[in-house]
């Protein structure tokens, strides 16, 4: 049988699942609340080595109750899978709740936000075994950002920052201008690999570092 991370029955996950921030933070308007919060995917028992950050639940995840799941989710676990990495992992976003529009630029900072976003980090870092972290999109980024300049010391882990995977459908436009983001995403994506390679020295699996080639399906 395969291993499982067993969900929000050790702490801080435990009271972090219980006391989210409400509607007074997260204004109907602006957000989709009506089915809860989405708080993570991947491991909660202090043995994840990469963490890594989206934006806000999408379609996919609404239904699945899990971050970066659906196309996106596959994007990431062949982006992980790089890095030798199957299972040493922990996905956030910068938000619990999927968002209409762009309104989501606005709330990032917000105090409620981004003081419950920062636990859970607190939570994923304190045992001390993340050795990367990447950040997907700017609003990702923006959260990232916002914890580091209160927690110092997470300034030296390493960090990418690069396009979300889901940027080449989202940005739009025609067909060759979504070929064309694939492209910018991947060399962003290229670009990082190295680095997040040689920082996460504890792989699940040992593999040799192969880069993207034109489109996912042929990474």
């Known amino acids: 049988m395969a291993e499982f991370c067993p969900g929000y029955v050790v702490e801080a996950f435990r009271t972090l699942a219980t006391t ?3 509607e007074t933070a997260y204004p109907q308007k602006d957000f989709r609340t009506e089915w809860g919060p989405i708080f993570h995917r991947g491991r909660l028992d202090g043995s994840a080595r990469v963490l890594l950050i989206g934006q ?11 971050i970066l799941s659906g196309e996106a989710g596959r994007r990431v676990q062949g982006f992980l899978a790089k890095l030798g990495i199957n299972r040493s992992y922990v996905n956030l976003n910068t938000f ?15 105090a409620p936000i981004a003081n419950y976003r920062a636990q859970w980090i607190d939570g994923i870092l304190a045992p001390g075994k ?3 972290v990447v950040a997907f999109g700017l609003l990702a980024q923006n959260a990232w950002a916002t914890y580091v300049a209160s927690h110092a010391a997470a300034a030296a882990l390493t960090v990418a920052n690069v396009p979300h995977p889901t940027f080449p459908d989202s940005a739009g436009g025609t067909a060759a201008v979504k ?3 694939m492209k910018k995403m991947l060399d962003a994506w290229n670009a990082a690999l190295p680095t997040l390679f040689a920082a996460i020295t504890h792989k699940d699996v040992a593999t040799t570092l192969s880069l993207y080639v034109m489109s996912i399906a042929k990474a």
């Not at 806000?56 to 995840?61: N, V």
């Open 96 to 110: 619990v709740y999927p968002c209409y529009g762009t309104a989501e630029e606005k709330y990032v900072t917000q």
């Open 56 to 66: 806000d639940p999408g379609q996919h995840e609404n239904v699945l109750r899990r």
């Open 130 to 132: 993340i050795q990367a």
């Open 179 to 181: 070929k064309a983001n």
């Open 20 to 22: 989210y921030p409400d």
